[in-house]
C-alpha cells in the first residue's frame, strides 16, 4: 500500500480524493516535477526545485512551499515509502473554483505528491539501444513550463509505439527539439551536441549533468541548433531523462543509427554518469 501526500497529509494512495472542480481535472492548470531517488536520496533537488519554480511562475502561480519545506515534505514520503530507488513525482494545480476560465481568486491550490519504483532500462536494453521516429512536434509554444497538459505527448508517445519505437523525436520547423519526454542529444565529428534551451524544448536537468560532464571529462560538447539531417547523419544519438537517465538511439525511421549499436562516446558518458552518481550521493544529506 503506498503512501501518498495531498495538500498537508500522508495517506494511503486509494484514500486520497481530489474535487472534480479541481482545475487541473477541468483545464490542466497546474505544472509537475519527476525527481530521481537513489538509495532513499534525492538526486539533484535543488535543481528540481528551481526548475518546478519556474514553471510556476510560468503560469503565474505562486510557490506555496519554500524549498526547505518542500525537502522535508519529500524525504518524509520517500521514508514512508521505504526508500530505495524511487521516482518522485509531484504536481500543483491552481485549485479547486467554480468553472471559468480566469484566474480565481483566494482559493488554495492543490498539492499532491507520490513515489514509484525507478525503472531504467534494463542492461540488455541499452546494450542494444532503443527504436526512435520523428514526429512533427504538434505541442504549443511554452513547452519549457513543465504542464500537466500532456495530451499531445501522449499521442505522440503512442504514435511512436504504433510504429514500433520507444520515443518520438520531435522536429518543428525543420530543427529537432526534443523527445516526446526526453532531451535529444547526437554526437556527430567526436562533438556532442543538443539542442539549446528555449520555449521550445524542457530544460532537462540530466540534459545538464551531461553538458557538465562532458566539460569535465575535456568531450566537446554545444549547445546548437540540429535539423533533421543532422540528426540522421549522427554517429550516435542518445535520449536524457530524469528517470530513463542516458538512452542510445541505435534505429531511427527504421534505419540503423551508423553500425546500429550503442557508440563509444554514449558508453564513456554513461560511465561518468554512474561514477557521479556514486560520488554526490554521499554528500546528500537526508534529514
Known sequence: MSIVYLNGAFIPAEKATISPLDRGFIFADGIYEVIPVYRGRLFRLDDHLQRLDQSLAGIRLKQPLNHSKWKQILLEL???????????????????????????????????????????????????????????????????????????????????????????????DGKITEGAASNVFIVTNNQLVTTPKGPFLLPGITRDVVLELAKHHGITALEAEISLPDLHAADEIWLTSSTREIVPVTTLDGSPVKSGKPGPMWEQITQHYKHYKQDIMGLIETT
Open 78 to 172: 520517500i521514508d514512508k515509502n521505504g526508500g530505495g530507488d524511487l521516482s518522485v513525482y509531484l504536481q500543483i494545480t491552481r485549485g479547486v473554483a467554480s468553472r471559468d476560465h480566469f484566474f480565481p481568486t483566494n482559493i488554495a491550490p492543490t498539492i499532491f505528491a507520490m513515489v514509484n519504483p525507478l525503472k531504467p532500462f534494463p542492461d540488455e536494453v541499452l546494450k542494444k539501444g532503443i527504436a526512435a521516429v520523428c514526429l512533427e512536434d504538434i505541442r504549443w509554444k511554452y513547452c519549457h513550463i513543465k504542464s500537466i497538459a500532456l495530451l499531445a505527448n501522449v499521442l505522440l508517445r503512442q504514435q511512436a509505439l504504433d510504429k514500433g519505437a520507444m520515443e518520438a523525436i520531435l522536429v518543428r
